[in-house]
């Protein structure tokens, strides 16, 4: 399975993005999709997530700004980003929890990450 993470670049202050990361691969079912972010010197932390039954969890530093949601044909989590800040500079990496069919196997995978640059 590879997650591909794309959206990410350069915004001011106040603007918006929105990330979509990808899931393709074996066949598999999802147990949960999240976004996590790195910025310099700070350990990665988890900004979003979404379980299979549809219900999100945010970091307290996004909630109200921040939306994720899920394409489940598409096998598509997105990270829509609004009122975006400074301090939400970071490399934003996906990540899935999800039960492989064959071999049949939980698994976590990570995307490559997508810088996020917020200018004041």
């Known amino acids: 399975v590879q997650l591909q993470a794309s959206g990410g670049g350069l915004v001011q202050v106040g603007g918006s993005l929105k990330l979509s990361c990808a899931a393709s691969?074996?066949?598999?079912?999802?147990?949960?999709m999240a976004w996590y972010r790195q910025s310099p010197g700070k350990q990665r932390e988890l900004v979003a997530g979404?379980?299979?039954?549809?219900?999100?969890n945010y970091a307290d530093s996004v909630k109200g700004r921040f939306t994720i949601s899920r394409d489940n044909a598409k096998n598509t989590v997105y990270l829509q980003m609004n009122s975006l800040e400074p301090e939400d500079t970071a490399v934003y990496y996906c990540?899935?929890?999800?039960?492989?069919?064959?071999?049949?196997?939980?698994?976590?995978?990570w995307g490559k990450g997508t810088q996020v640059t917020v200018s004041s």
């Open positions: 979404i379980r299979d039954g549809g219900a999100t």
């Open positions: 990540y899935a929890d999800l039960q492989i069919s064959w071999p049949y196997s939980r698994r976590q995978y």
């Open positions: 691969g074996s066949s598999f079912s999802v147990y949960f």
